[in-house]
């Protein structure tokens, strides 16, 4: 049963291109969360898609960035002009539909705006 | 709101000796909390969760946490570490409600001594 899959694992942009970041759930799972890791920080809440639902986006920011969880494909979160400071690492999470959040992560896609 | 404080940034511990994270959490609503382990370059994998059954829970690789209400505490232990446990420890906290985002507290930087 494979986990939760991401990518890419490496992603090199130079300030202003657009940055494309995917998450396959894990089978079975309808809910996918996206987090942003900065160097030497804990992990913050963005974005929570269900199918083709965006739930709960109060942690992205209000400009450049996206996400889709279309009812096809995999969750795309999309970066638009990038900055430097979107340098990061970007983890997805799954969980099922189920009342114990029990949140799977994937290994994650590092991002580094030149 | 929810957020969790973890007390001490980097942890040291001889090889063979217990191991103890603190977490401290702060929520207006009954919580779910998790510890997550996080090695280098990979994804969070989660050692254990409370989700308001028994208070002391055990994990994987030998870990456990007790959920304590009055101290509002989620410390975790380990009576005897490994070099194996070297890595950095992340307690998060959600809402009881399910599907629900986690707060991340900002890691604990384990090195274990030979």
């Known amino acids: 049963n494979a986990g939760v899959m991401q990518n890419p694992r490496h992603l090199v942009r130079r300030r202003g291109q657009e940055a494309r970041l995917r998450c396959s759930p894990m089978k079975g799972h309808s809910h996918v969360y996206w987090y942003r890791q900065l160097p030497e920080e804990g992990l913050k809440f963005m974005v929570y898609?269900?199918?083709?639902?965006?739930?709960?986006e109060s942690g992205m920011p209000k400009e450049r960035f996206s996400a889709e969880f279309p009812k096809e494909g995999p969750s795309i979160l999309r970066i638009q002009q990038v900055v430097r400071g979107d340098s990061a690492a970007y983890f997805c999470?799954?969980?099922?539909?189920?009342?114990?959040?029990?949140?799977?992560f994937g290994p994650g896609t590092r991002l580094t705006v030149l | 709101a929810q957020s969790v404080t973890q007390l001490g940034s980097h942890v040291s511990v001889s090889e063979g000796a217990l191991v103890l994270l603190r977490c401290n959490y702060s929520s207006s609503v009954p919580p779910y909390l998790f510890w997550y382990v996080q090695y280098p370059n990979q994804g969070l994998q989660l050692l254990l969760k409370?989700?308001?059954?028994?208070?002391l829970v055990k994990g994987i690789n030998g870990f456990e946490a007790e959920f304590k209400k009055s101290e509002t505490s989620f410390h975790l232990t380990k009576p005897s570490a490994h070099m194996s446990d070297a890595a950095e420890y992340f307690c998060a906290v959600s809402s009881n409600f399910g599907n629900e985002k986690l707060t991340f507290g900002t890691g604990t930087r384990l090195t274990i001594i030979p």
């Open positions: 898609l269900q199918k083709e639902n965006i739930i709960d």
């Open positions: 999470a799954s969980s099922r539909d189920r009342e114990e959040n029990e949140q799977f």
């Open positions: 409370y989700t308001s059954a028994a208070t």
